[in-house]
T-cell receptor, first 116, second 115 residues
Framework: AQTVTQSQPEMSVQEAETVTLSCTYD???????LFWYKQPPSRQMILVIRQEAYKQQNATENRFSVNFQKAAKSFSLKISDSQLGDAAMYFC?????????????FGKGTLLTVNP | NAGVMQNPRHLVRRRGQEARLRCSPM?????VYWYRQLPEEGLKFMVYLQKENIIDESGMPKERFSAEFPKEGPSILRIQQVVRGDSAAYFC?????????????FGPGTRLTVL
């Protein structure tokens, strides 16, 4: 079974600075998808970014980018120019590709605080 | 295009009562997933449904829990004879197909409190 580990229960960053959230996963599959979801105090789950394992290029969405290291099974999220609205719980998630393996496996989350 | 809708947002039940949680997927989405989030935990998969079919319920407790996604209307997660341990946030997600490239979009969740 796949597992997702987020080793940082909490992180903090100064407004306008850069922060990196860590995520590692364990799988025997070669093709899969990785996601970062954001959960603000409203508890809504918001997709931040996703990465297909077959793509070598790291995904980027505006101020959010990932460092995907397939051999190391690492998938970190970098937030540049942090804003107060980035404060939230961030979850890393894994999903197999194809077949019937559609369920998302989540890590326990990292609580990000942004200091003004 | 409206997002995934869930209601109620908050539900309070006494032990032994029934809880019904509703989920309307995004327009054009025919696949629904239910996840449960216990306090201080990540989301855990419960069940995956398509219209009129349960595809995978491997994450759902064997007793008291059931789910359906009828041809018409929302998906329903039903918890009978609730206990305090059922208190959690229940999230519904939808996607347009089962293909691995499809992203799951989440609703705002229903927070169930069992007194």
């Amino acid at each position: 079974a796949q597992t997702v580990t987020q080793s940082q229960p909490e992180m903090s960053v100064q407004e306008a600075e850069t922060v990196t959230l860590s995520c590692t996963y364990d799988t025997s599959e070669s093709d899969y998808y990785l996601f970062w979801y954001k959960q603000p105090p409203s508890r809504q789950m918001i997709l931040v970014i996703r990465q297909e394992a077959y793509k070598q290029q790291n995904a980027t969405e505006n101020r959010f980018s990932v460092n995907f290291q397939k051999a190391a099974k690492s998938f970190s999220l970098k937030i540049s120019d942090s804003q107060l609205g980035d404060a939230a719980m961030y979850f890393c998630a894994y999903r197999n590709s194809g077949g019937s393996n559609y369920k998302l496996t989540f890590g326990k989350g990292t609580l990000l605080t942004v200091n003004p | 295009n409206a997002g995934v809708m869930q209601n109620p947002r908050h539900l309070v039940r006494r032990r032994g009562q029934e809880a019904r949680l509703r989920c309307s997927p995004m327009k054009g989405h025919s696949h629904v997933y239910w996840y449960r989030q216990l306090p201080e935990e990540g989301l855990k998969f419960m069940v995956y449904l398509q219209k009129e079919n349960i595809i995978d319920e491997s994450g759902m407790p064997k007793e008291r829990f059931s789910a359906e996604f009828p041809k018409e209307g929302p998906s329903i997660l039903r918890i009978q004879q609730v206990v305090r341990g059922d208190s959690a946030a229940y999230f519904c997600a939808s996607s347009p197909s089962w293909g691995g490239a499809d992203t799951q979009y989440f609703g705002p969740g229903t927070r169930l409190t069992v007194l």
